[in-house]
């Protein structure tokens, strides 16, 4: 390849020689004759430039080479982590299980391109059958699917989930080196026995739906879903506490449709609705209780159409409303308490369930 190569070099270089002494060939006179060294001057010079060219672009495909290589070797290894994080997370021992968690979140954090991904394995474990209590029958009756198989308990499993929780909740601090707030999270129909995602910013949307709180508190307090939606549809309140206090939905919604509160509370204590949307549409209190003790509506809506209250209770105790809405169109009430003292401000679309103790 070197020897064709200095070949073909010099045949183009005496092929520029000729080319170029011919034209001055033309316009040479007696007096003035060609110059042979001035022609070889400029082949060279040709040639020269040419060389550089032909390096530069040489070198500029071997660096986009190099730098290919470098991303599929990088690739490769991203994947191999994966797997290896994937493999952790289904391991039965509980302490091979924390490690996986660890390492997917690391994973998440070096892999831009597929960081949603990884969320989406951490959302997933949390989605898996989980039983919290270990006196609980680990069988299921003959025939029953896959998904409707009651989980048996674990051990160590309610710390490995925790620690899921925490760190998605780290990921989504305003202050966190590597920020998750963008990414979309996938609750629906998951068990939680306690956690805490206070202070967490949420840009995407975030499903609850179908999850079931039960037994441990859940907070959200101060949580910022000035961008995003969360999604509560059906999900079951019994004997846990749901924690909003300080929560801000600016732009946001939040969907409790559909939702069952049987034992449990849901606090949105000194909220601030500015502009979003709470939606408690046929929605059954059974025995829970909602509050939204001291929060502040301004153009911001809570909606309890077709909401059901047999047992439990709605608190707006000195909540102020500038603009907002709460609406109670074909709401059923045949027991519990719906509470407005010391309400301020003027909230609109009270439908046909009136308030019997309004203060404002």
């Not at 989980?130 to 710390?159: D, F, H, Q």
């Not at 709460?326 to 519990?336: N, W």
């Amino acid at each position: 390849m070197g020897l064709l190569a200095l070949l073909l070099a010099l045949a183009v270089g005496y092929g520029i020689y000729e080319f170029l002494h011919s034209l001055a060939s033309k316009e040479a006179t007696p007096e003035n004759p060609v110059a042979t060294h001035e022609v070889i001057r400029t082949v060279l010079a040709t040639l020269t430039f040419a060389g550089a060219v032909l390096a530069g672009v040489y070198g500029y495909r071997k660096q986009r080479l190099a730098e290919g290589d470098a991303h599929r070797a990088d690739d490769k290894q991203l994947a191999e982590r994966f797997t290896t994080a994937a493999d952790q997370l289904g391991h039965d021992q509980a302490a091979v299980r924390l490690a996986g968690v660890y390492a997917m979140a690391r994973l998440a954090d070096d892999w831009i391109e597929q960081r949603q991904v990884c969320v989406d394995v951490l959302c997933a474990y949390l989605r898996m059958p989980y039983e919290p209590n270990p006196e609980a029958a680990s069988t299921a009756s003959v025939g029953e699917s896959l998904s409707s198989t009651p989980a048996a308990y674990k051990e160590g499993e309610r710390e490995v989930r925790l620690t899921i929780i925490r760190t998605i909740r780290s990921h989504l601090q305003p202050q966190a080196s590597t920020s998750w707030s963008a990414c979309n999270f996938d609750f629906t129909r998951a068990t939680f026995d306690g956690g805490y995602l206070q202070g967490s910013l949420f840009q995407g949307t975030v499903s609850f739906g179908g999850a079931e709180f039960s037994g441990r508190s859940f907070y959200f307090g101060g949580a910022d879903f000035s961008a995003g939606r969360v999604y509560f549809g059906g999900a079951k309140f019994s004997g846990a506490s749901v924690d909003f206090t300080g929560a801000k939905f600016s732009r946001g919604r939040v969907y409790f449709g559909g939702a069952k509160f049987s034992a449990g509370s849901v606090d949105f204590g000194r909220a601030k609705f500015n502009g979003g949307s709470v939606d408690f549409i046929d929605a059954e209190f059974n025995g829970g209780t909602v509050t939204f003790i001291g929060a502040k509506f301004s153009r911001g809506s809570v909606d309890f159409t077709g909401a059901k209250f047999s047992a439990g209770s709605v608190d707006f105790g000195r909540a102020k409303f500038s603009g907002g809405t709460v609406t109670f169109i074909d709401a059923v009430h045949s027991g519990g308490t719906v509470d407005f003292e010391d309400v301020t401000g003027a909230p609109q679309n009270w439908g046909p369930f009136p308030p019997t103790d309004s203060g404002g």
